[in-house]
């Protein structure tokens, strides 16, 4: 398997064609995969906002509150409501807003990023990213497309690749049912493919001012296994959200 970036991709602005901003720089193959981070979908879908979009209400004053008061630094409650209004659900509170998208995704302040925004305070993630790649993947050469993002990790210091969007593959493969080198049953194996093949792109997309937004992963192959589509944990199947609705800060 060959990853590879996508050569000078110039500054996403809103209405520019990701497809064909791709298509022009590389040649590609249809079974290639086309990972595009979710930063310059979100430029080219106009999700941009500024911090006077979002009046704080009190519920979103007293986050900024309790914040500033665990961490001695101002916070914005405009911010606070940002959040509030991009999420569907409020894991926890403190010491950081970690809640869910519309679209699954769980992550700290609901994705939203405010960094590499020169003319806006704040870019939100795409409303529904793997409909994002869908209309990526309808003007590419390519049959693949995932939409990526970076996140922290449970249990873990640092931030990874992973997947929020997905089209002309499913998210994982299933092992369940194939045999060990024992010849012992898998039960419970699904392994999450495209969060695989985001955190490899994300090591040729690179961070900072110096990261590229586009990566062609070729000659990956699905292989002879089940399929999935399967990626955000439903909430009774998810024992850590729920113990962590239970769990309270202690500083």
Not at 94 to 101: A, D, K, N, S
Not at 126 to 155: L, N, Q
Not at 201 to 209: K, R, T
Request: aromatic residues 6%; hydrophobic residues 40%.
């Amino acid at each position: 398997m060959e990853l590879f970036p996508v050569p000078d991709v110039p500054e996403v602005r809103e209405g520019d064609d990701l497809a064909a901003l791709v298509s022009e720089r590389v040649d590609l193959r249809p079974d290639d995969v086309v990972c595009v981070a979710s930063t310059v979908v979100s430029k080219a879908e106009g999700r941009f906002a500024d911090l006077d979009d979002f009046p704080a209400g009190p519920r979103a004053r007293e986050l900024a509150a309790r914040l500033a008061e665990l961490t001695g630094d101002e916070k914005d409650p405009r911010f606070a409501q940002a959040v509030l209004e991009e999420s569907v659900d409020l894991v926890i509170s403190e010491p950081f807003l970690l809640t869910e998208t519309r679209f699954g995704h769980v992550g700290v302040n609901a994705g939203i990023d405010r960094s590499n925004v020169p003319d806006h305070d704040l870019l939100l993630l795409p409303k529904r990213p793997s409909e994002s790649a869908e209309r990526i993947r309808a003007g590419v050469d390519a049959d693949r497309v995932i939409v990526t993002d970076t996140c922290g990790r449970p249990f873990r210091h640092g931030q990874r690749g992973v997947a929020i969007g997905w089209a002309g593959l499913n998210a994982s493969r299933d092992w369940r049912g194939e045999a060990d080198r024992d010849g012992r049953e898998l039960g419970v194996t699904v392994e999450s493919v495209v969060d695989e093949l985001a955190a490899a792109a994300n090591l040729v997309q690179g961070e900072g001012d110096g990261g590229t937004p586009t990566v062609v992963v070729r000659d990956f192959e699905w292989g002879d296994h089940g399929e999935s589509d399967a990626h955000f944990r439903d909430i009774d199947g998810d024992f850590v959200r729920q113990a962590l609705r239970e769990w309270r800060y202690d500083p």
